[in-house]
Nanobody, 128 residues
């Protein structure tokens, strides 16, 4: 089993920055991809940024390209999301997710069902 714990959410004004962290513990050596998802009450859960843990290739949703950066740290047990130039539309609960299915990571990296481990979420609020 893999446990994920997010931190770093908060409230910020538009144009500001936040850094989210996700600490992975337990069984971490079988993880093939990790991602940050976000969800707000009126929207479906959306993959914001994805990283392949083997190649370190990254993928971003168009709305955050050039503003967000996903990376791994601490021997790859910590997943980070640097968020810059934040907008009110970025307001959501952000979830860290991990998958131990290499085939699913390659085929459907943006689909929530690809990920079998989830954190509890951290709230990000951006005011205008």
């Amino acid at each position: 089993q893999t446990q994920l714990l997010e931190s770093g959410g908060g409230s910020v004004q538009a144009g500001g920055s936040l850094r989210l962290s996700c600490e992975a513990s337990g069984r971490t050596n079988g993880i093939d991809c990790m991602a940050w998802f976000r969800q707000s009450p009126e929207k479906e859960r959306e993959a914001v940024a994805i990283i392949n843990t083997h190649t370190h290739d990254t993928t971003y949703v168009d709305s955050v390209k050039g503003r967000f950066a996903i990376s791994q740290d601490n021997g790859e047990t910590t997943l980070l999301l640097e968020m810059n130039s934040l907008k009110p539309d970025d307001t959501a609960t952000y979830f860290c997710a991990a998958s131990n299915s290499n085939s699913a990571c390659r085929r459907n990296p943006t689909t929530p069902s690809t990920y079998n481990y989830w954190g509890q979420g951290t709230r990000v609020t951006v005011s205008s």
